[in-house]
């Protein structure tokens, strides 16, 4: 019995194709409707859920994939939430810390500002006090706390915190009203607001 189970197997050895596979397109981790926190030198840095989160490994980088609806939401060092992201799908290459965030992004900051637009970098190692954290250049429309509506055709660069921010190609409508408080408030959004026609 053993001696025939063993010819069989011999056979069927000769008969089976070789098929070439590129590791590298496979996954190394494959994980499904999670929710993880994501810490760095002991300091939770975000949080983020997802449907399917792979990672990938390769000799220059590794990196995870995110090709279902993503939310990502992260805190200062007081674990407080600073901001959010929503995506179709995302993009984190972890030796540069840079997040792509694809089809219908919605990002939120603290202050109740919205961005809506089609794809969006993130660079978590950019300095604060930069303009290259956030940026694309995808058109953008921004949602101010007021309802305020503006949009850049060419996009937007932005700091880490959201409240700084260049817009390309610039247009909107602004309500304007005539009161010291209105005034204030008007003159220190000039001053947090870059407009760019480019």
Not at 186 to 192: E, G, K, L, T, W
Request: charged share 25%.
């Amino acid at each position: 019995m053993c001696s025939i189970l063993t010819i069989s197997c011999s056979s069927n050895k000769k008969n089976m194709p070789l098929v070439s596979v590129d590791l590298q397109a496979i996954p190394m981790v494959h994980t499904e409707d999670v929710s993880s926190l994501v810490s760095d030198s002991g300091i939770t840095r975000y949080r983020f859920k997802a449907k399917i989160w792979d990672v990938f490994s390769n000799e220059n980088d590794s990196y995870w994939y995110f090709p279902e609806m993503i939310s990502v939401e992260w805190f200062d060092s007081l674990f407080r939430v600073e901001g959010s992201i929503v995506a179709d799908t995302a993009y984190y290459f972890e030796k540069k810390g840079l997040w792509q965030a694809i089809g219908n992004v919605v990002v939120k900051s603290t202050e109740g500002r919205t961005f809506e637009t089609s794809e969006l970098f993130w660079d978590e190692k950019a300095p604060s006090n930069t303009m290259n954290a956030f940026y694309t250049n995808q058109p953008v429309k921004i949602v101010e706390p007021d309802g305020t509506v503006i949009s850049g055709d060419n996009g937007f660069a932005a700091d880490q915190s959201l409240n700084m921010f260049r817009l390309f190609k610039m247009k909107g409508d602004f309500i304007v009203e005539e009161s010291a408080d209105t005034l204030q408030q008007n003159a220190i959004r000039r001053d947090s607001i870059q407009l760019v026609n480019e």
